[in-house]
């Protein structure tokens, strides 16, 4: 076996209850997006999908979590996107800001015995919260 990347990126399917209005919403935040209802940004692919009923569109970031599996704040999210430093992060959130975004929770540093956080969480017309944070 070689030592190569054996995975270019990650996709997730996301049922959306306006397909077009999701689209238009990632679009405005800078994503790349298709009539397929690909929403990409540097190798983040979300697979909008079009539900068919309203009850099919259920964000994970809705559900409970169970008491102690890693109950810390800002921990409702749908999708973490790691970024490769804070000043991305900050850049990021800059950027999604001017354009419009809602935010599930806004930009700020979290800390913890052995690490640091810059995260905030994007979140979409149907509720989905993508957590975008770097550790440093």
């Known amino acids: ?10 996709s997730q399917v996301v049922v959306v209850s ?3 209005r999701s689209l238009a919403y990632y679009s405005r935040l800078g994503f790349h997006t298709d009539h397929w209802g690909h929403a990409d940004l540097d190798g983040l692919t979300l697979l909008l999908r079009q539900a068919q009923r309203p009850e099919d569109v259920r964000p994970l970031s809705r559900v409970p979590l169970v008491e102690g599996s890693h109950s810390y704040p800002h921990n409702d999210y749908d999708t973490f996107a790691y970024g490769p430093s804070a000043e991305a992060i900050d850049e990021l959130y800059a950027q999604f800001k001017a354009n419009g975004a809602s935010f599930a929770f806004e930009l700020f540093t979290a800390e913890s015995v052995d690490m640091r956080w810059r995260k905030f969480g994007l ?3 149907d509720g989905y919260v993508i957590t975008f944070g770097a550790m440093f």
């Open 18 to 20: 306006d397909l077009a």
């Open 1 to 10: 076996m070689s030592n190569a990347r054996r995975i270019k990126n990650m």
């Open 123 to 125: 979140k979409d017309p």
